[in-house]
C-alpha cells in the first residue's frame, strides 16, 4: 500500500491541525494505521494507532485527550486531529500500516511508511 500523509504546517502554541493520510494500491481496511513523530535529532517515536476497523486506539501518553486518531475506510484515509498543540509537539509527523492489530508502538511493526509532514509549533 502507498500512503500519502499531508496537513502538517505551522501554528501557534494552543492551536489546532488535522493530519490525512490517504493510502492506495493495496486493501486499506486489512491494516491497522499508525502515526509516529521524528524531532530533529531525536528518534521516532509512536504517537498514535488505530485498528483496521477503528475499533481500538491507542495513544502515547503526551498526545491523550489533545490528539485523536480516527479512519474513514471508504475514503482509504486516517486522520490526525490534533488540538492544544504545544511547541513540543514540533516534529516531522509519519504515517504507516501494520498487518499486526494491537501493541503495534514499535516502528518496526509496520510494514508501510508515508513520506511524512511537518509540523512546527510556535510558543
Known amino acids: 500500500v502507498q500512503l500519502q500523509a499531508c496537513g502538517g504546517g505551522l501554528v501557534q502554541a494552543g492551536g489546532s491541525l488535522r493530519l490525512s493520510c490517504a493510502g492506495s494500491?493495496?486493501?486499506?481496511?486489512?491494516?491497522?494505521m499508525g502515526w509516529f513523530r521524528q524531532a530533529p535529532g531525536k528518534e521516532r517515536e509512536f504517537v498514535a494507532s488505530t485498528s483496521r476497523n477503528g475499533a481500538n486506539t491507542d495513544y502515547i501518553d503526551s498526545v491523550k485527550g489533545r490528539f485523536t486518531i480516527s479512519r474513514d475506510n471508504a475514503k482509504n484515509t486516517v486522520y490526525l486531529q490534533m488540538n492544544d498543540l504545544r511547541p513540543e509537539d514540533t516534529a516531522v509527523y509519519y504515517c504507516?500500516?501494520?498487518?499486526?492489530?494491537?501493541?503495534?508502538?514499535?516502528?518496526?511493526?509496520?510494514?508501510?511508511w508515508g513520506q511524512g509532514t511537518q509540523v512546527t509549533v510556535s510558543s
Open positions: 494500491g493495496s486493501v486499506f481496511s486489512v491494516f491497522a
Open positions: 504507516a500500516a501494520a498487518v499486526r492489530q494491537v501493541g503495534i508502538q514499535n516502528p518496526s511493526l509496520y510494514s508501510y
